[in-house]
Each structure stands twice: as C-alpha cells, then as structure tokens.
C-alpha cells in the first residue's frame, strides 16, 4: 500500500502514531505490513517461477490450457509445493495470458410446458410421387457478428 510505505519512509522524521492517525491508518496494520514485508517478496520471487513454468505449458500446448490444465500439469511438479487452479488463474492474469474458451452452444428451442406439439402430416416421409404435393419447410439460425442471429427459411417442393 502507498500509505504504509509513506509512513514506513518517513517513520524517523515523524512518530508513526501521528502519521497513521493523520492518513486514518490503523498503528497495526501498519506494523503487520512492516512483518510481512518479507514474505511478501517471497511470495512474489516464488510466483515469478511460477509463472515461468506456467509460461512454459501454455506456449507447448498453443495457448489451450487453462489455468484448471495447467495446475493439473503443475502437481507433477514438486519443486513448488501445492498448487491450486485458482493461483495458477491469478498468476496467469497478472501475465495476460488467457486460455481458450469453446463457445457455448445456442440453445435455440425452448418449449414452455403444456405447449402443443404439432402433429406430422407427411409421417415422416419426404419425397413425393409427383410435383406440387408435399411442401416441407425449415428455419435455421446463422450467427453473425456482435452475438445477432439471421433466419434462413426454406421451403422445399419433395
């Protein structure tokens, strides 16, 4: 925190009671900032290696994993202890890298309960002796861009 470093920069010129008072700052969270300040680093050292080998598995598998995949490859690897997805995620943020995501399918036929159904009048049957007798039909959604649909209906003479 900004705040903390101030009062930690400037705590032989002032009293840190006043500069903590001053800022609104809590005298002990600041000292526990002050005892953390190691481990902090360590944790930062620690996620830069890490991140290397996170880096590593992303470029083998072309950008595919995610962080689930990645942490799965991940607990092989001993020399950084347990390893969750989630930190494997926040590493991978801070990195900018991003796995790929498949696209959700569109559902596209939602029937609301005690709609009727129509019956099939050609029985499943799609071709015809002579012209003009049988007409089937059918929609179908074309995705376009900025997530619209267009609407291709067919009509066809069997």
Not at 63 to 90: E, M
């Amino acid at each position: 925190m900004i705040r903390f470093q101030f009062v930690y920069d400037h705590r032989t010129e002032y009293s840190v009671k006043r500069m903590c008072h001053v800022l609104k700052l809590n005298r002990s969270s600041f000292y526990k900032w002050v005892n953390t300040r190691e481990k902090r680093r360590l944790k930062t050292c620690s996620d830069a290696l890490i991140g290397a080998q996170i880096k590593t598995i992303f470029d083998d598998e072309h950008g595919l994993y995610g962080a689930k995949r990645i942490a799965a490859s991940l607990k092989a690897d001993t020399r950084f202890g347990p390893i969750n997805h989630k930190k494997v995620a926040r590493i991978m943020k801070s990195m900018g890298l991003k796995g790929f995501t498949k696209r959700r399918r569109c559902v596209t036929t939602r029937r609301k309960p005690g709609h009727r159904v129509m019956p099939d009048l050609v029985g499943r049957k799609f071709t015809a002796n002579e012209p003009n007798r049988v007409y089937v039909g059918d929609i179908t959604y074309l995705p376009c861009k900025g997530g619209k649909n267009m609407y291709l209906a067919t009509v066809i003479d069997t």
